[in-house]
Each structure stands twice: as structure tokens, then as C-alpha cells.
């Protein structure tokens, strides 16, 4: 178990280009989440995956945001045109999605985004 | 909706002192309520969770918290504080969906004073 990765763990971008994460899940965690965390803020849920399928997203999510996992394995948010608004820690988490709403989520160390 | 609420974004204390982290939740139901940590860098790591077996939970590293329905709270305690406890709490309560999302306080700061 090598636990949860995100690829960068940083990423300093000028406003209104295009950043893309990578989310690497525990193997055989079925369900994968994306959270937003500012500064002194806790975490806020973004996007949430059962195996391939997005099957929920929040309002925060605007239309310049996307997430996908193909294959139900590894995940990647992108995001169109960055404001400096965006400027966040992205988090990802997995869980084996087999105790429903008292699953553990494993975290990973985050992606620390800069918009300049 | 359902919401936390942790009261004190820092908290001080002596190394080998009592540690208290409050935490109150909002729901219509019997919530699924989490405590995380966070240390410096990291990722966030569970340290226990009340899933309604128990009103006493015990967590990992001597943490402990319970679960008080007519007070709406779940306080994190630990009673002989060390200097590694230092980092960032997070109270978290389980979304009424079946998605197992998380809604998160705001965290409180753990310092810990030799």
C-alpha cells in the first residue's frame, strides 16, 4: 500500500492558462474525490468518482473545471483559464467504497496551486 | 444540510497537558462524524470515527473522542499532550448522500509549548 499520490505537488501558473492535476488512488479504491482547501479553510468537496462514472459535482466546480478517471484507476482535474481565484491546495482522496457514508478516505499531500 | 462547527481556530497547551478540541455538528439525522489530522505538508489522516457502534471512540496515537447527541458535540481529547501532536484538526461530518462525501471544519491549530 504506497497510499494516495498527486503529481505536481506544486504549480505556479499565469492567470488563464491551463493546469491539469494527476490523482493516483490507493489500488482497489473504488471511489476517488477531489477536495479544495484555502488558507485556514477546511477542505470542500469538489468532484466525487465510482470507478469510472463522475457521479457528483459540486456547485464550486464552474465550467473551466474538469476531472476524469478513466479506466476507474487514476484521476486528473484540469483547469481551463486560471484565475487567481483558483489559487488553492487541490487534495485527492480514495476509499475502497464498501462501508458507504462511514468509509475511511485516504488522503494524498495535495497539489498547492499558485495563479500569478 | 449538514455542517461542523469547531470552536477556537488555535489552541495552546503544555507539553503533558490535557488537550480539548471542540467540535459541534448540524443534522437532521444520526450523523457519521470524522476527525482528521494534518501535519505540515501532509496529507490529511484519519485519527478515528463515530459510526454510532460506540459513543466513545478511541483513536489512533492516544486520541480519543465521544459522541454527545444531546450536545451535539464530538470533542477530541487527548490527556497528556506531545510535542508532536503540533498540527492542524479537522472535524468532518459524512454527507446525508450515499457518495460518503466529507463536510470539513475549519480546522483548528494545535500548538503544543515545551
Known amino acids: 500500500d504506497t497510499g494516495v499520490s498527486q503529481d505536481p505537488r506544486h504549480k505556479i501558473t499565469k492567470r488563464g492558462q491551463n493546469v491539469t492535476f494527476r490523482c493516483d488512488p490507493i489500488?482497489?479504491?473504488?471511489?476517488l474525490y477531489w477536495y479544495r482547501q484555502t488558507l485556514g479553510q477546511g477542505p470542500e468537496f469538489l468532484t466525487y468518482f465510482q470507478n469510472e462514472a463522475q457521479l457528483e459535482k459540486s456547485r464550486l466546480l464552474s465550467d473551466r473545471f474538469s476531472a476524469e478517471r478513466p479506466k476507474g484507476s487514476f484521476s486528473t482535474l484540469e483547469i481551463q483559464r486560471t484565475e487567481q481565484g483558483d489559487s488553492a491546495m487541490y487534495l485527492c482522496a480514495s476509499s475502497l467504497g464498501l462501508e458507504g457514508n462511514t468509509d475511511t478516505q485516504y488522503f494524498g499531500p495535495g497539489t498547492r496551486l499558485t495563479v500569478l | 444540510a449538514q455542517s461542523v462547527t469547531q470552536l477556537g481556530s488555535h489552541v495552546s497547551v503544555s507539553e503533558g497537558a490535557l488537550v480539548l478540541l471542540r467540535c459541534n455538528y448540524s443534522s437532521s439525522v444520526p450523523p457519521y462524524l470524522f476527525w482528521y489530522v494534518q501535519y505540515p505538508n501532509q496529507g490529511l489522516q484519519l485519527l478515528l470515527k463515530?459510526?454510532?457502534?460506540?459513543?466513545l471512540v478511541k483513536g489512533i496515537n492516544g486520541f480519543e473522542a465521544e459522541f454527545k447527541k444531546s450536545e451535539t458535540s464530538f470533542h477530541l481529547t487527548k490527556p497528556s499532550a506531545h510535542m508532536s501532536d503540533a498540527a492542524e484538526y479537522f472535524c468532518?461530518?459524512?454527507?446525508?448522500?450515499?457518495?460518503?462525501?466529507?463536510?470539513f471544519g475549519q480546522g483548528t491549530t494545535l500548538q503544543v509549548k515545551p
Open positions: 489500488s482497489e479504491h473504488n471511489r
Open positions: 468532518a461530518v459524512s454527507d446525508l448522500s450515499n457518495t460518503g462525501k466529507l463536510i
Open positions: 463515530y459510526t454510532s457502534a460506540a459513543t
